[in-house]
């Protein structure tokens, strides 16, 4: 079974080879016909007009999952739609606030040009930087952009107007990962559709984050720029903000933190 190839705004960029086999999660493998099978199915939830984006990146993480637990074949649309719509009703915004802010205070710190630190000190900025976001208060010095950003000036950014262009430049740039081999980059496939979501979640908060920095109180599309930009140099390229997801002990807690759908689907769902 071969890839179809869906239309997107984004290029197709940094082609993954498709292995003969490659990890799901918990020792399960999958051959390279059923990766096709998931990406098929990935394809189909970015190609459906019924779907969020995050329900379709939440249904992603979904058809992963299931095919870490042996699932022979993705389910069809039709019967994974009332999954995705069950983990919407079921989020909770405290879980994606703490995941995101773990992310958030590791980004910052690392982010473009910044050396990462290591043991206690690396610890203390981390734990610093989580009780900031989750308290609101004080603010991070965000190193790709070099600027000294408020975290209760950024909880305040209202995205409502530009939520649609925000989702729609989003799955442009997620669909065409999608194609390129975003879930192999990872180690494992279902670290891969986590760090989707991850990537979502931290988008949102990178949109408020860039209006911000440049002084506004309303994002505009140079701030979904932004984001995407710093998700492509920081994921797609695994720069040195995200080296806690990919990267020693704090990988595996974060695996077996995704590995809870109600974790999964309150930071698919939550902080729009």
Not at 7 to 28: A, F, H, I, L
Request: hydrophobic share 45%.
């Amino acid at each position: 079974m071969e890839p179809t190839v869906l239309s997107s705004d984004e290029p197709v960029e940094n082609q993954v080879p498709v292995p003969e086999s490659m990890p799901v999660r918990n020792g399960k493998s999958l051959s390279r016909d059923g990766y096709f099978a998931v990406e098929e199915a990935g394809k189909g939830l970015f190609a459906s007009t019924d779907l969020s984006l995050p329900e379709k990146v939440f249904g992603l993480y979904l058809v992963v999952a299931e095919a870490g637990l042996g699932a022979a074949m993705p389910r069809p649309l039709e019967e994974l739609i009332p999954l995705i719509r069950a983990g919407s009703d079921a989020r909770d915004e405290t879980k994606a606030r703490l995941v995101r802010s773990l992310l958030v205070a590791s980004l910052a710190q690392w982010g473009g040009p910044a050396q990462p630190q290591g043991g206690v000190g690396l610890m203390m900025s981390l734990l610093i930087g989580i009780a900031k976001q989750v308290g609101g208060f004080g603010s991070i010095f965000f190193a790709r952009w070099q600027s000294r950003i408020s975290v209760s000036a950024v909880q305040a950014v209202q995205m409502t107007e530009i939520q649609p262009a925000a989702d729609k430049a989003f799955e442009g740039f997620f669909r065409a990962q999608l194609s390129s081999g975003w879930l192999l980059r990872y180690g494992s496939l279902f670290r891969g559709a986590s760090l989707m979501l991850l990537g979502l979640s931290i988008g949102q908060w990178l949109i408020r984050a860039s209006a911000v920095a440049a002084a506004r109180n309303r994002p505009t599309d140079e701030d979904i720029k932004r984001a995407i930009e710093t998700i492509r140099c920081e994921m797609v390229e695994t720069g040195p903000g995200f080296k806690l997801v990919l990267e020693g002990v704090f990988s595996q807690f974060f695996d077996a933190l995704l590995d809870r759908p109600s974790v999964a689907s309150s930071i698919a769902f939550s902080g729009r």
